[in-house]
């Protein structure tokens, strides 16, 4: 986009025809206001143009807002938060019922580990799940002697709502939560376009817009015709003095 369109910022560029309707509203309107922008050089030609560029802004209607996300980032956030309000009461409930029945399995499995928040509560799940399974399936060999009772505790967990289905309910979570996302798609062309062509009639808008502006505040002097044009705020009343 050429530099004289990067002069205003899209905020003021998108104020502009409101602006611009008022101050030619005003002029069409109020005699007085026509003849003070007339002695300033105002002719018809030039009120013509306002409102010429005035419509080409309408014509060029703001391109829709592209959803800045996508379905694999909005998963992966779902699936963190759920992890994460799950990993603080069933870690205490889960964690209170081994301790009782199957205190070394306890040890093991909630060594340095702690419900947590984001994505520590997602990898504290994942650690969880991974220890359990390793119980139950008695992978370590620094637990051989205690894979009987290792089963048992893992099996006890399941009787009081952790089954091999929640289990993998959880560990599906755990991957979604770690998935990589996609990117957002690029903007189509003609998207760009319709944006170029509505900043190019913003910009010529915005400059008609500041002459005309610029010629007012210096030759009106009258504050209510200021405000009609929108080129002055109305005064706060002042608060009473305090008695």
Request: glycine share 6%; proline share 6%; net charge neutral.
């Amino acid at each position: 986009m050429a530099d004289i369109e990067k002069k205003y910022s899209d905020e003021v560029l998108e104020e502009t025809p409101a602006r611009a309707s008022k101050l030619l509203n005003a002029i069409g309107a109020v005699p007085e206001i026509r003849t003070l922008m007339g002695q300033g050089g105002m002719t018809d030609a030039d009120i013509a143009e306002g409102g010429k560029l005035l419509l080409a802004c309408w014509g060029h209607l703001p391109t829709p807002e592209r959803e800045q996300d996508t379905e694999a980032a909005k998963r992966q956030r779902a699936a963190t938060a759920e992890l994460d309000q799950w990993d603080e009461p069933n870690f205490t409930r889960y964690g209170a019922t081994l301790r009782r029945h199957y205190p070394s399995a306890w040890e093991y499995v909630f060594h340095e580990l702690s419900a947590s928040t984001g994505s520590e509560a997602v990898a504290g799940v994942a650690m969880f799940l991974k220890r359990l399974k390793a119980l139950e399936e008695g992978s370590d060999p620094a637990r051989k002697e205690s894979k009987k009772e290792d089963k048992k505790a893992v099996a006890l967990l399941g009787d009081r709502g952790l089954p091999p289905e929640e289990r993998k309910r959880l560990s599906d979570l755990v991957d979604v939560a770690l998935e990589p996302t996609s990117t957002l798609d690029p903007e189509p062309e003609h998207d760009k376009k319709r944006k170029a062509e509505r900043v190019k009639a913003l910009v010529a808008l915005k400059d008609w817009y500041e002459e005309w502006a610029a010629t007012a505040r210096a030759l009106i002097k009258k504050r209510a015709y200021l405000i009609r044009m929108g080129l002055a705020n109305r005064k706060k009343p002042k608060k009473p003095e305090p008695k």
